[in-house]
């Protein structure tokens, strides 16, 4: 196990991607699942407080640690199995989610989770329930995940593997592999009907698999995972669109959304939407955006119908006043990975910008119910507007998910922006969404959490993850204060 005790050595251990920061006394870095017992064990004795770090890709603070020590799973990096013929893949943590899907795919193969950020590791996509474009046909990452190995935190080990350990209503009974019984009591609320990564995953009668994924690491360690992969298509058709208005744009998703969910010719996998200032904010890097537009970027999957298929969307974007002699097509992989890329570009921008600035980005990470979507849209986009705060908006529209960022001149605009923030997540709330629709709550977004579910259901929480974690020593601040932890 190599170890890390000069605060020179290990500062990159302590902040995210969202410039969210902390302090740690050492970090440790082991290389086997026997080294993290035998920590965890130690720190479980002596009530030490581990922090499980990822690759820092996080945007809520999930990473950072208020004190103890750090337990990076960097050098679990090794694909363990790869099974074509019952398509799945054996994993550890910190396996590159780039890396995988490159793997895979040589083998015809597909892991279609795909979040921003593909630098991140496997193992944090699963404790965060990651998801991305794809999401909108294929599913987070919770739909992938076959089976979890669990160090908790007492040391002892769990094997979760899907279909095989369920919760009766509310209650479980669940066996470590040293024989120890833990009996389980699920928190009973109503998760929001749309896309969501705010708190655990609890319903009556579920999957026990699904209490560990996105638990954000405060119920166990993952330390191998079984994942399930479909068949490779490499034939997609990649096209971002330019709409002159953003009604344009919308009734063009709207019908795309419909027509895909109705299991009709079109059948997008991607809808992501970018407004006029996204693109001006892009377009030093990207000349030729037309002037005073907004755009779509979607993809499909081909077939045999690849004609019909093509027509269909000809059709959709000539219908709704867009210029299809302008949009930009991708006509092989070099080329949509190029798309992806811009796609990807609004994100180190925006951070690059307020970073600069020497303030933190506040963006939001929302999801409503579509039948709320483009009235929630407007609403909070004149909200913005009218505290003259620089802004751009782009994001998951197919899911009704948009990524606000706010893009703070100085300090008195950073407070500002939290407070519409919270004005945001509140009327989210309102319309029966989510205050997380991909990215989790860390610690960052604890209080919207609260916002969201009340203080009844986080106390709740808070009484499962003692129910793993008495001695309160595994990710503490994440999705909860600690306060709660009594």
């Known amino acids: 196990m190599i170890l890390k005790t000069d605060p020179e050595e290990f500062q990159n251990y302590l902040s995210d991607a969202s410039n969210y ?121 919770r739909d992938y995940v076959l089976a979890i190995r669990v160090v908790l935190p007492n040391g002892e080990i769990v094997y979760l593997e899907r279909g095989k350990q369920n919760v009766e209503n509310y209650s479980a009974k669940l066996l470590t592999e040293q024989g120890s019984e833990i009996n389980i009591s699920v928190p009973q609320f109503e998760m929001p009907n749309t896309k969501n990564a705010s708190g655990y995953y609890c319903k009556a009668n579920m999957d026990l698999i699904d209490l560990f994924i996105g638990s954000e690491g405060t119920l166990g360690i993952i330390t191998e995972l079984k994942l399930k992969l479909l068949d490779y298509n490499d034939n997609v058709l990649s096209c971002v669109v330019f709409f002159p208005t953003e009604d344009d744009a919308f009734n063009f998703i709207d019908e795309a959304r419909a027509i895909t969910k109705s299991n009709g010719v079109i059948s997008a996998r991607a809808l992501e939407f970018f407004d006029k200032l996204t693109l001006d904010f892009l377009r030093p890097d990207y000349a030729t955006i037309p002037l005073d537009t907004c755009c779509v970027w979607f993809e499909q999957e081909l077939d045999e119908t690849e004609e019909q298929l093509t027509e269909a969307w000809l059709e959709l974007i000539d219908k709704h006043n867009a210029d299809a002699e302008k949009a930009w097509i991708a006509v092989d992989k070099n080329e949509q990975e190029k798309f992806k890329d811009f796609r990807h570009a609004i994100a180190w921008r925006v951070n690059e910008t307020v970073a600069r600035r020497g303030l933190k980005k506040i963006g939001t990470d929302i999801s409503v119910p579509v039948e709320s979507f483009r009235s929630f849209y407007k609403w909070m986009t004149k909200f913005v507007e009218e505290t003259n705060i620089e802004y751009v908006v782009y994001g998951h529209f197919g ?12 300090q008195a605009d950073f407070v500002r922006s939290k407070e519409i923030y919270f004005e945001i997540c509140k009327e989210a709330v309102r319309l029966k969404g989510t205050v997380s ?14 916002m969201m579910y009340g203080e009844d259901t986080i106390k709740q929480m808070a009484k499962l993850k003692l129910t793993f974690d008495p001695n309160r020593i595994l990710n503490i601040g994440n999705i909860f204060e600690e306060k709660y932890l009594q």
């Open 437 to 450: 629709a991909e990215h989790g709550i860390g610690k960052m977004k604890r209080d919207y959490l609260l």
């Open 399 to 410: 899911n009704c998910h948009p990524h606000l960022n706010m893009l703070p001149k100085d």
């Open 21 to 141: 920061s902390g302090t740690a006394d050492k970090v440790f870095l082991p290389e086997s699942e026997e080294e993290i017992i035998e920590l965890v064990k130690e720190a479980n004795l002596n009530r030490t407080r581990i922090t499980i770090s990822g690759n820092g890709t996080g945007l809520n603070g999930g990473r950072v640690p208020e004190g103890g020590v750090v337990l990076s799973l960097e050098k679990l990096n090794k694909i363990l199995e790869m099974n074509e013929t019952e398509k799945f893949v054996r994993v550890q943590p910190a396996v590159i989610l780039k890396d995988l899907q490159d793997y895979v795919e040589e083998k015809k193969l597909f892991y279609p989770p795909d979040p921003t950020e593909r630098n991140c590791f496997i193992g944090a996509t699963v404790a965060t329930n990651s998801s991305g474009a794809r999401t909108f046909k294929y599913g987070p990452t």
